[in-house]
């Protein structure tokens, strides 16, 4: 077994409810980059909700997600961390290669076909996509991983490499792994500097009253690695209210027979709930709860702390629609009744994120 020589700074780890957060977190450790895992969450934060149609096999789904594909790579960016991405790192020589020189790899994947160690017969998945970070190898055929299972028991993650090799490279709707692999070339004591900015708090600030302003205000879209289209923030919930809303009357449908409707119908409300517990159990808002509570420990900014508070509420009421929709089947001849009671919870989950994005839209600045 060959293992990073710092391994040992992931002992103990805090686990974060959203993986790939997890992930990077444990990533920058290993560069001796030190931020609360709840700021960073903040530092990643991009939208609050998208919406997005996958065309699969001749149906099209809405299926939500909580960040933007490349999130990663855009924090880097904002935050002059240098950083190389490849797709050319394709077998266990290659990573022993990186693992001996002391350089941890982080990449995207699915993590069902890791889990379940099953393999999609079509090579296709619907669902987002989750970050590892490889810290060493154990021949003749074994990678070795962070944990980043929230109730894990075991320090490390031992992944069979030709299932860790598929699950970088299956298609995903509704953004793809694409085989990535990103490691950072930090210059000499830039891990102190980087710390430290990480740490300073009037960034946060300034970062949130403009990215909620942008949740407020701008008609955004996004085009995945995939072709898939998505529709961001507020507008995400609008647009799903009126497409749930045409789901409700889907028995209309002239020329196809009943079975087919109820089928595709109860398939339709599934792929959504999937997606509403993709990574967390409230859709993120638990974790983004957590993350404005603790900035507003260190600021005592009042406005942080009722955004906190709203954005668990509409965690609540997020969760309360995935179990919803895990009813479908008992809701199958009543389809309008079923459909109008997810849209009330979301006109209310509207009212609320409204509140709570007016509120991060206008913060000021905090000085130490």
């Known amino acids: 077994m060959i293992l990073l020589n710092n391994i040992n700074k992931l002992e103990g780890n805090f ?33 609050l909700t998208a919406l997005c149609y996958i065309l699969y096999k001749n149906l099209e789904y809405l299926f939500l997600v909580g960040f933007t ?24 020589n290659d990573m022993v290669t990186f693992i001996k020189n002391g350089i941890p790899l982080y990449i995207l994947c699915d993590i069902n076909t890791i889990l379940t160690q099953k393999i ?14 490889v810290v060493g190898v154990d021949f003749p055929g074994e990678v070795i991983c962070n944990q980043m299972l929230p109730k894990a028991k075991g320090e490390f993650l031992s992944i069979d490499y030709s299932v860790f090799s598929r699950a970088r490279t299956l298609t995903m709707y509704p953004s793809s792994p694409q085989n990535k692999c990103i490691y950072l070339e ?14 300073d708090v009037d960034v946060l600030i300034e970062r949130l009253s403009r990215i909620f302003s942008n949740v407020l205000n701008n008609n955004i879209q996004m085009i995945s690695n995939v072709g898939v289209i998505g529709i961001c923030n507020i507008d995400a919930f609008i647009t799903l209210k009126s497409e749930l809303k045409k789901l409700g009357e889907i028995d209309n449908t002239p020329g196809v027979a009943r079975e087919i409707i ?20 409230s859709f993120n808002r638990y974790e983004l709860a957590d993350a404005l509570s603790a900035l507003y420990e260190i600021t005592k900014n009042p ?64 000085h130490i």
């Not at 961390?81 to 394709?90: D, G, L, P, S």
């Not at 830039?190 to 430290?196: L, R």
Request: aromatic share 10%.
């Open 15 to 47: 686990k974060h409810g959203n993986c790939r957060i997890q992930s990077l977190w444990d990533f920058l450790k290993l560069h001796d980059i030190f931020v609360n895992p709840n700021l960073l969450y903040l530092h990643c934060f991009d939208i």
């Open 69 to 92: 594909e490349n999130f990663e790579e855009t924090f880097f960016k904002k935050n002059n961390i240098r950083y190389q991405v490849t797709n050319e790192v394709n077998s266990m």
């Open 120 to 133: 999609p017969k079509d090579g296709v998945q619907i669902g987002v996509c989750s970050g590892l970070v």
């Open 186 to 199: 930090l210059e000499e004591n830039q891990n102190i500097t980087i710390s430290k900015q990480l740490n």
């Open 262 to 281: 109820d089928k595709v119908f109860a398939s339709k409300m599934l792929i959504l709930r999937k997606s509403m517990l993709s990574g967390t159990i």
């Open 303 to 366: 406005k942080l702390k009722k955004a906190s508070n709203l954005f668990r509420e509409s965690g609540n009421k997020l969760r309360q629609i995935s179990r919803f929709l895990y009813m479908v089947s008992s809701y199958i001849y009543q389809k309008e009744e079923f459909v109008n009671e997810i849209i009330d919870i979301l006109d209310e989950v509207l009212n609320i994120e409204i509140q709570a994005s007016e509120e991060l839209s206008n913060l000021c600045c905090y």
